[in-house]
C-alpha cells in the first residue's frame, strides 16, 4: 500500500474517531447545560409560585366547621401541592388549624381521609398541631375515612374523637417503612463502582452502590422500631386501647371497613354526609352548618399555566432516574402502605 493512501486512512481513522469523541463530550455537555436550565426554571417557578401564594385562609364570617382534606402522599408542601386539585398541602393545613384555633366562630374539625399516609414527620406533626388544637379549644374533631385511610392518614386520624368509614374503605396498615435500592448487581455488570469518602464506616449507609452491612441494617431496624413504638402509642391514646391488643393487629395490614370495625379501630360505617350530619347534633350545632374547606389550589388560570410549565421543562434521563429513586427508595421514615 503507497504511504499516501496509507496515510489518507489514518488521518481518516483520526477524523472518524475525533468526531466520535467530541460528538460525545458535546452531547455531555448538552444534557448538563439543558439540567442546568432546568433546575434554573424549576427554581425560577417555585420562587414565583411562593411570592404568589399565601397560605393565610380567609375564614366564613358565620359559624363553621373547618374541613381538613388528608388527600394523597402526607409529605412537605411543594410546587405540586399547589398546582393539583387533590395533593396534600401541609404548610396550608397547619396554618389554617393555628387560624381556627384563634376563631371563635370555629365550631369544630372535620378531617375527610382519602390517603396511603406519607412521611413520619409530616403525619406526626399535623397529628400533633390537632391535639393543640383541642387542647386549647375543646372543640371537637371528627374523621372521615373514604377510598383509603392508610399508615399515617390513620395517624393523623388518632386525633379524631371519632371515626366513620365509607363501607368501602381500606384502613389501618399500622406501620413503618423505610425504602432503599440498591444497584450493586447492576454497576457491577456495567463495570460501574461506587467510592464514598466517608467520616465513618456508616456514613454512607444506604447507598446504591453497596450493599448494608449487618450493623447497618440493626441501624436502621432501631429507627424503624422507634418509629413503629410511637405510632403503637398514638393507637392506643386514641382508640383507647391495650398495648397488646394494638400490636396484635399492628403487623402492617390493611383492613376492610367492616373488619377495621370490629377491630375498634374506627366507630360507624356510613356515609360522608352521615358523618357531617351527626358531627353538627352531636356538638349541639345547626344541621346546616357551614363545612368549610381552603381552596388547595390557585386557581384554574395558574394551574392551567404551572401544568403547561412542567410539561415544557424536559427531563434528562438522569432526572427521570432520580425521579424513581425518590419515590421508591429514598431512605426516609415513612408511615405508608406500599
Known sequence: MKTKQLAGIIITGIVIIATGITGIFANVISNSITETQNQAKK????????????????????????????????????????????????????NYVDQMIDADNNKGIFLYVDSPGGTVYQSDEMYL???????????????????????????ISMAADKIYANRNCWTGSIGVIISLMNFKKLYDKLGIKETDITSGKNKAMGAAGAELTDEQNDILQSLVDEAYDQF????CNGRGMDDETVRSIADGRIYSAKQALGNGLIDEIG?????????????????????????????????????????????????????????????????YAG
Request: net charge negative; aromatic share 10%.
Open 129 to 155: 398541631k390537632l391535639m393543640e388544637y383541642k387542647e386549647k379549644t375543646n372543640r371537637p374533631v371528627w374523621a372521615y375515612f373514604a377510598g383509603e385511610a392508610c399508615s399515617g392518614g390513620y395517624y
Open 232 to 235: 403503637i402509642d398514638i393507637v
Open 271 to 335: 356515609q360522608l354526609e352521615d358523618a357531617k350530619l351527626d358531627l353538627a347534633v352531636a356538638s349541639g350545632l345547626p344541621e346546616n352548618i357551614t363545612f368549610f374547606s381552603p381552596d388547595n389550589k390557585l386557581s384554574s388560570l395558574m394551574r392551567l399555566v404551572l401544568g403547561t410549565a412542567e410539561k415544557v421543562i424536559p427531563k434528562s434521563d438522569a432526572s427521570l432516574a432520580d425521579d424513581i429513586i425518590k419515590n421508591k427508595g429514598n431512605g426516609v421514615l415513612m408511615y
Open 43 to 94: 427554581s425560577i417557578l417555585e420562587g414565583f409560585l411562593e411570592s404568589q401564594t399565601d397560605k393565610t385562609v380567609s375564614l366564613p364570617s358565620e359559624d363553621f366547621i373547618g374541613v381538613l382534606n388528608i388527600e394523597g402522599t402526607i409529605e412537605a408542601s411543594s410546587v405540586s401541592s399547589w398546582s393539583s386539585s387533590s395533593v396534600y398541602n401541609h404548610d396550608l393545613y397547619m
